[in-house]
């Protein structure tokens, strides 16, 4: 699989994922813009660094999770409609797994934040007003890090990023592909 982080607009961007044999899904626009990483690149990172299988990134990679039929690729409505369907009913089956895919995603939304403030910090920015991260566990402390360090060497190339163009990484590479693969 792999995942697009495309900036679409002066202050936008889509999370595109592609999979050989399925049709490209997005998010577009993606929520959490921001100039120097968004927030889906956050997750993306933190997910692929500490290898969490079962977040949103990972249940993408199963053809589960929130991503949504591009409309350009989708072909008759009828036939978006069956593969709208057809993703429903794999996600159900994905959240009747075990308990590990809700502590996975749990982990990844609660280190996310806590690395995107920690980043933050490192770099002298403050926090979005009206959010509070929740408290570090004292287990957390080498996966921030680890995380921080990597969001450090993508943060440059997300700024550098012109409009339309992706930083495409190969789920669960943290490093980004050289060439961006069609979407």
């Not at 996600?91 to 609660?110: F, K, P, T, V, W």
Request: aromatic letters at 6%.
């Amino acid at each position: 699989m792999h995942v697009h982080f495309k900036r679409t607009g002066a202050r936008r961007y889509a999370v595109i994922v592609t999979q050989a044999g399925s049709p490209p899904r997005a998010l577009d626009p993606a929520p959490g813009y921001d100039d120097d990483i968004p927030h889906d690149l956050v997750h993306y990172l933190v997910e692929a660094e500490l290898r969490l299988e079962n977040g949103v990134y990972g249940r993408a990679a199963r053809g589960g999770g929130t991503f949504i039929l591009r409309a350009e690729h989708d072909g008759s409505p009828r036939e978006r409609a069956r593969l709208q369907r057809k993703q429903q009913k794999r996600e159900r089956a994905l959240g009747a797994r075990d308990a590990q895919q809700s502590a996975d995603m749990e982990h990844s939304e609660r280190l996310a934040a806590l690395c995107d403030v920690a980043w933050r910090r490192k770099h002298g920015q403050r926090r979005a007003p009206g959010l509070t991260p929740p408290a570090p566990l004292a287990r957390d402390t080498a996966q921030i890090e680890r995380v921080v360090a990597r969001l450090d060497t993508i943060s440059p190339l997300w700024r550098a990023l012109p409009v339309g163009e992706a930083l495409v990484f190969e789920w669960p590479k943290v490093v980004p592909a050289p060439a961006d693969p069609p979407t």
